[in-house]
């Protein structure tokens, strides 16, 4: 769960207590944000590190906030085709998550101990290879099986540009092995630059339809050894690091992955990793007084001897719950249990969301339609929600069976049309009023004309343009008592005035005669467009007539059509009529 480019993980708390003692140090501040008195609606994963690191006092003390511990967990083997099972401590924390009514997942990911670094070597081995990916997957699926855990988190990092199409295949892979119920989470390291996603091994959109959840590893902004001072995971980087994964996966799927801990950036050497307790003791112990910046949401201090140290810590952590309410995330992960305050159990603003299914419709004038509109609580307690409406035209009402529904619940909306309507199209904006606030969707009524009749055009008309040697033949079946022939070649016929109150797509039935014993070709063009073919099968003889429908696109008012077949040498099918319906498709 850590940034390619960030002080592993190993030994560095370590190191940070030996400092304790060196720079003596802290707090004029902060004790930790105490709990609120609701809980939050939004799933929380803490990550615990096996191996001792983390305790089972730990899990408790955030237990409350928490619905998922992460354990990390268990690493590739250098060849990329094996992983070990999760050792006795391991499933010591997944017990404790279990006894705590919590769920358990462990990390599988690339760190290599004898690099001392996560191993691109060894991930490459695995994820360009369907056979290192099959066994693979077979032994995490049998330690989830034999174990009970209740997923898996895929936690690689540095990983090859060229496996882009790997990672996505070994996530499906997993995920398809799991049996149901049971989770893939992805972690993923946070960018603000959309180029670097796929420079790192990342399909974004691929990998949010093939797993459950996508945590964004939205921290590690700054850090010792990579880059300068400055805070762990800021607010306003967070959340622009959050807009570009959202654009390619669904809100309802990522995860808000937040630091609780910290860095000092010392005048000389190299600066380590502080657990939040660790932070505030350097502060006092300093007796300096620690900065909370308010824009970035978290601590800042100079210690006397010039060392700058940020961290992020229980206070922080409200703030990142406001920020994922704002998109409407699935949850948020802390990094990590054994190093951080414990969560906070936060309240939320009650707030909700309302929707149309389906969203739009077509009439006739004088008929009707309708839709669900449903209320879904997205924070906080559920509510009542009043619905109204607004922007109907003149002769259109709107009606909702029952006009107050709980969140949760739906209401029966009905649009009912006047046959004086005129033809059009209108967006209706639904509004759902709560005693938290309101909220809208629009439904879209599309009015296409009066009533359901069609209207049929003679092809003998007066109107119609006749040139090239297309002339009028007598024809007693058919409904005019005439056709018009000799098409085709420049023989040619122009219907006008071909009229409809709306613009759409309309399945015009054209009435042909075909006395040959093939089926033969017409091409039709509306207002001069591209042309459309009709094909005619063959009739009695060619004083009888049938129909063949053609689907044409037609303009609100007068439109032309043109028939022809400037290629045809020989015969072409005469047209009797076209029927034209009063609603497009």
Same mark, same amino acid.
């Given at each position: 769960?850590?940034?390619?480019?960030?002080?592993?993980?190993?030994?560095?708390?370590?190191?940070?207590?030996?400092?304790?003692?060196? *720079?003596?140090?802290?707090?004029?501040?902060?004790?930790?944000?105490?709990?609120?008195?609701?809980?939050?609606?939004?799933?929380?994963?803490?990550?615990?590190?096996?191996?001792?690191?983390?305790?089972?006092?730990?899990?408790?003390?955030?237990?409350?906030?928490?619905?998922?511990?992460?354990?990390?967990?268990?690493?590739?083997?250098?060849?990329?085709?094996?992983?070990?099972?999760? !050792?006795?401590?391991?499933?010591?924390?997944?017990?404790?998550?279990?006894?705590?009514?919590?769920?358990?997942?462990?990390?599988?990911?690339?760190?290599?101990?004898?690099?001392?670094?996560?191993?691109?070597?060894?991930?490459?081995?695995?994820?360009?290879?369907?056979?290192?990916?099959?066994?693979?997957?077979?032994?995490?699926?049998?330690?989830?099986?034999?174990?009970?855990?209740?997923?898996?988190?895929?936690?690689?990092?540095?990983?090859?540009?060229? !496996?882009?199409?790997?990672?996505?295949?070994?996530?499906?892979?997993?995920?398809?092995? *799991?049996?149901?119920?049971?989770?893939?989470? %992805?972690?993923?390291?946070?960018?603000?630059?959309?180029?670097?996603?796929?420079?790192?091994?990342?399909?974004?959109?691929?990998?949010?339809?093939?797993?459950?959840?996508?945590?964004?590893?939205?921290?590690?902004?700054?850090?010792?050894?990579?880059?300068? %001072?400055?805070?762990?995971?800021?607010?306003?980087?967070?959340?622009?690091?959050?807009?570009?994964?959202?654009?390619?996966?669904?809100?309802?799927?990522?995860?808000?992955? %937040?630091?609780?801990?910290?860095?000092?950036?010392?005048?000389?050497?190299?600066?380590?990793?502080?657990?939040?307790?660790?932070?505030?003791?350097? +502060?006092?112990?300093?007796?300096?007084?620690?900065?909370?910046?308010?824009?970035?949401?978290?601590?800042t201090v100079t210690l006397k001897n010039g060392t700058v140290m940020w961290w992020s810590d229980a206070k922080s952590w409200p703030l990142r719950v406001t920020l994922a309410q704002k998109y409407s995330l699935h949850g948020m992960a802390l990094w990590a249990l054994d190093i951080s305050d414990p969560i906070p159990v936060t309240s939320q603003t009650n707030d909700f969301s309302i929707a149309a299914s389906p969203s739009a419709a077509t009439?006739?004038?004088?008929?009707?339609?309708?839709?669900?509109?449903?209320?879904?609580?997205?924070?906080?307690?559920?509510?009542?929600?009043?619905?109204?409406?607004?922007?109907?035209?003149?002769? %259109?009402?709107?009606?909702?069976?029952?006009?107050?529904?709980?969140?949760?619940?739906?209401?029966?909306?009905?649009?009912?049309?006047?046959?004086?309507?005129?033809?059009?199209?209108?967006?209706?904006?639904?509004?759902?009023?709560?005693?938290?606030?309101?909220?809208?969707?629009?439904?879209?009524?599309?009015?296409?004309?009066?009533?359901?009749?069609?209207?049929?055009?003679?092809?003998?008309?007066?109107?119609?343009?006749?040139?090239?040697?297309?002339?009028?033949?007598?024809?007693?079946?058919?409904?005019?008592?005439?056709?018009?022939?000799?098409?085709?070649?420049?023989?040619?016929?122009?219907?006008?005035?071909?009229?409809?109150?709306?613009?759409?797509?309309?399945? +015009?039935?054209?009435?042909?005669?075909?006395?040959?014993?093939?089926?033969?070709?017409?091409?039709?063009?509306?207002?001069?467009?591209?042309?459309?073919? *009709?094909?005619?099968?063959?009739?009695?003889?060619?004083?009888?007539?049938?129909?063949?429908? +053609?689907?044409?696109?037609?303009?609100?008012?007068?439109?032309?059509?043109?028939?022809?077949?400037?290629?045809?040498?020989?015969?072409?099918?005469?047209?009797?009529?076209?029927?034209?319906?009063?609603?497009?498709?």
């Amino acid at each position: 769960m850590t940034d390619t480019s960030r002080p592993l993980r190993v030994g560095v708390i370590a190191t940070a207590l030996l400092s304790l003692a060196t *720079l003596g140090v802290v707090v004029a501040m902060t004790s930790a944000a105490g709990p609120a008195s609701a809980a939050s609606a939004l799933a929380v994963t803490g990550y615990a590190e096996s191996g001792g690191a983390t305790t089972a006092a730990e899990i408790d003390a955030s237990a409350a906030a928490m619905t998922t511990v992460g354990v990390d967990g268990i690493n590739i083997n250098s060849a990329g085709n094996s992983a070990p099972a999760p !050792d006795s401590t391991t499933i010591t924390l997944m017990n404790k998550a279990h006894a705590d009514n919590l769920r358990a997942e462990f990390l599988v990911g690339n760190y290599s101990a004898s690099l001392g670094d996560f191993d691109p070597t060894a991930l490459d081995k695995l994820l360009s290879s369907s056979s290192n990916i099959s066994k693979l997957v077979t032994s995490l699926v049998s330690d989830v099986n034999s174990q009970g855990w209740d997923g898996v988190t895929v936690d690689f990092e540095l990983i090859p540009s060229n !496996d882009k199409q790997g990672l996505v295949n070994f996530v499906k892979a997993l995920k398809a092995a *799991l049996p149901a119920g049971k989770t893939v989470s %992805v972690d993923v390291t946070a960018f603000t630059n959309a180029a670097d996603y796929p420079a790192n091994g990342y399909d974004l959109a691929a990998l949010g339809n093939a797993a459950d959840r996508i945590v964004l590893m939205a921290y590690d902004e700054h850090g010792p050894t990579w880059n300068g %001072v400055g805070p762990i995971g800021g607010l306003p980087w967070q959340e622009s690091c959050l807009k570009l994964l959202l654009a390619n996966v669904p809100a309802a799927k990522v995860d808000l992955g %937040v630091a609780g801990y910290g860095y000092t950036w010392p005048t000389s050497g190299t600066g380590v990793q502080v657990t939040d307790a660790q932070a505030r003791q350097m +502060v006092q112990r300093d007796g300096s007084t620690a900065t909370w910046d308010s824009t970035q949401g978290e601590w800042t201090v100079t210690l006397k001897n010039g060392t700058v140290m940020w961290w992020s810590d229980a206070k922080s952590w409200p703030l990142r719950v406001t920020l994922a309410q704002k998109y409407s995330l699935h949850g948020m992960a802390l990094w990590a249990l054994d190093i951080s305050d414990p969560i906070p159990v936060t309240s939320q603003t009650n707030d909700f969301s309302i929707a149309a299914s389906p969203s739009a419709a077509t009439v006739t004038a004088g008929s009707s339609a309708t839709s669900t509109i449903s209320a879904a609580v997205t924070s906080g307690s559920a509510q009542t929600v009043a619905l109204t409406s607004s922007g109907a035209p003149a002769g %259109v009402t709107v009606s909702f069976a029952p006009t107050s529904i709980g969140t949760g619940s739906s209401s029966t909306m009905t649009i009912a049309t006047s046959s004086s309507v005129a033809s059009g199209t209108y967006p209706i904006t639904v509004t759902g009023t709560a005693a938290s606030g309101q909220h809208t969707t629009t439904y879209t009524l599309t009015v296409g004309g009066t009533g359901g009749t069609s209207t049929a055009y003679e092809a003998e008309a007066s109107s119609s343009t006749l040139a090239g040697g297309a002339a009028i033949v007598t024809c007693s079946a058919c409904s005019g008592g005439a056709r018009v022939g000799y098409l085709g070649g420049t023989g040619t016929l122009k219907m006008q005035n071909i009229t409809v109150a709306a613009a759409g797509t309309y399945t +015009v039935t054209v009435a042909y005669t075909n006395g040959t014993t093939s089926s033969l070709k017409i091409m039709l063009s509306v207002n001069g467009g591209t042309a459309v073919t *009709l094909t005619g099968a063959p009739t009695a003889n060619w004083n009888t007539p049938a129909t063949a429908t +053609v689907t044409l696109t037609l303009a609100a008012g007068s439109n032309s059509i043109l028939f022809s077949n400037a290629r045809a040498t020989g015969d072409v099918p005469d047209i009797d009529k076209i029927t034209v319906p009063a609603n497009y498709k």
